[in-house]
């Protein structure tokens, strides 16, 4: 009986760290997903970003018809992330900054890119997916007047396609955006 009460003891051990080791693995993979993003900002040092209350958002891309289910998406989650940072989106009026995202995609990526889209538009099946990792996402955050940049930030090593969804676009923008306002000026 002693003996089965150890075999016993030593299994949910065992099960215990596996469990444990599964979560230890769960997570690097989480970090190496978004590892693989690289971010890169500037900014005008004379600006008081504490100053900085109210924003809105506006898509000034040429691409922005063909994509606009992936500006959609950047709209509302910058709105999210900025409203999470404690600025509010302005319901009228000037806002004290203005919020501009651009997308681009590597030459192979916009060939897949293209190619979903016109497949969807001719009521297709949506892309083929397997498209590399070529997209950049940049934000301006931009005075009213527009001619003043007071913070600009880009980030690559993503996906941006039907088949990918709308995942990758999120974290980017997410990861980008947590360097705003930035740190020196918080």
Not at 44 to 49: I, L, N, V
Not at 53 to 56: G, V
């Given at each position: 009986m002693a003996h089965s009460i150890v075999r016993y003891s030593c299994g949910m051990h065992i099960l215990a760290l596996r469990k444990h080791l599964l979560v230890l693995v769960a997570l690097v993979m989480a970090g190496c997903a978004s590892g693989d993003l690289q971010v890169r900002t500037s900014y005008?040092?004379?600006?008081?970003?504490a100053e900085l209350?109210?924003?809105?958002v506006t898509v000034e891309a040429d691409n922005a018809h063909d994509l606009a289910r992936f500006y959609g998406v950047l709209r509302t989650t910058i709105v999210d992330e900025l409203g999470q940072r404690g600025f509010t989106k302005a319901e009228g009026g000037s806002p004290d900054f203005?919020?501009?995202?651009r997308?681009?995609?590597?030459s192979s990526q916009a060939k897949g890119l293209a190619a979903t889209t016109s497949s969807q538009a001719e009521g297709g099946p949506a892309g083929t997916g397997g498209l590399p990792k070529g997209a950049t996402l940049t934000?301006?955050?931009?005075?009213?007047d527009r001619?003043?940049?007071?913070?600009?930030?880009?980030?690559t090593g993503f996906t941006a396609n039907e088949v990918a969804g709308s995942e990758p676009l999120k974290a980017a923008a997410r990861r980008l955006l947590a360097e705003f306002p930035p740190l020196i000026a918080r």
């Open positions: 005008d040092q004379k600006t008081s970003f209350k109210t924003f809105l203005w919020v501009v995202p997308l681009s995609f590597s934000v301006q955050v931009i005075r009213p001619r003043t940049v007071l913070w600009e930030g880009a980030v």
